[in-house]
């Protein structure tokens, strides 16, 4: 006996399983005057098409090596989730893989974005995906594109994750790092907070103090915890670059996971070290999560950036601080490069000087 054909009525579709194929068309309706706005020069076409053309030759290169860069947002993206608060994790998506280029010399170019989750929300989709367009528009590069993956079992009821990519370029001969030699200075560039590691620690610790994200937070007038610690990271891109092309940079160290003792030794050759001498401001959060959580100085430094987003290695401190001053970027002398004991071991870090982040 064979089965009769399905009536209209009874048939299965994509959207009884899960996946709503015009949620995701409507998604790339509402993101697409965002994306327009991130338009620069070598921009090829738009969003819609199977992939992104970019034009080297456009944006002013002239022998140009292409620098490209990934990351995430890591469980921050959970204190999005939970406070239902989408509207600044994109900036923090970019900023983890701009910031990363910008330490190679390279200007950002180009971003896309890839967006998963079980069942899609147009509208926390969106609000994350013009966050994403925000960055890349303050970082001058382009958003041209990008994936949007519904996958039902994957994902919790409205969870979602998000990856970056980017690509950046720099003139051959303008990559960093450079000669750097010692006696060149460190100069700590701030963080905004947090910015996007280190929140697996922040929740545990807020977890064990039985707070609530809707609690005021403590380091922050006027902001619930949850606002507070969803402070977007900080972009370096417009200061670092205007340095490099001075002339004034030898090497420049994005810290993010790890901290300084994990981020700054890994711009630095075989026989020098990085020595801080100097203490810097150090923004509230840090002071709160350490004696919160009963965190060891130690512990803070390895696991946040503890107040410096970037450093910069440079052999002109006073012109670098003259710089960021006009350009209204504040930053503070923190140390030098040495030689190391031995002329071939790695490089390290050496603290002469750090905060207490358990002092008053």
Known sequence: MTSSPATPSSSLTYRDSGVDIEAGEALIDAIRPAAKATDRPGTMGGLGGFGALFD???????DPV????TDGVGTKLNLAIETDLHETVGIDLVAMCVNDLIVQGAEPLFFLDYFATGRLSVESAAKVVRGIAQGCKDSGCALVGGETAEMPGMYA?????????????AERDSLLPGSIAEGDALIA???SGVH??????????VSDAHLAWTDPAAFAPNQTLGEALLTPTKLYVKPVLALHRAGLLHAAAHITGGGLPGNLPRVLPNGLDAVLTAQWPVPPVFKWLARTGNVANEEMLRVFNCGVGMVLVTPKPDDVLAMLK??????????????????TAKPDLRIKACPDFHAA
């Open 189 to 191: 560039l701030p963080s």
């Open 196 to 205: 996007s590691n280190g929140y697996s620690l922040v929740r545990r610790i």
């Open 157 to 169: 009821d409205g969870h979602y994750d998000l990856a970056g990519f980017s690509v950046g370029a």
């Open 66 to 69: 292409l620098v490209s860069c």
């Open 326 to 343: 006009e350009m209204g970027e504040p930053a503070t002398l923190i140390g030098h490069i040495a030689k190391a004991a031995n002329p």
């Open 56 to 62: 080297l030759k456009a944006a002013g290169f002239k």
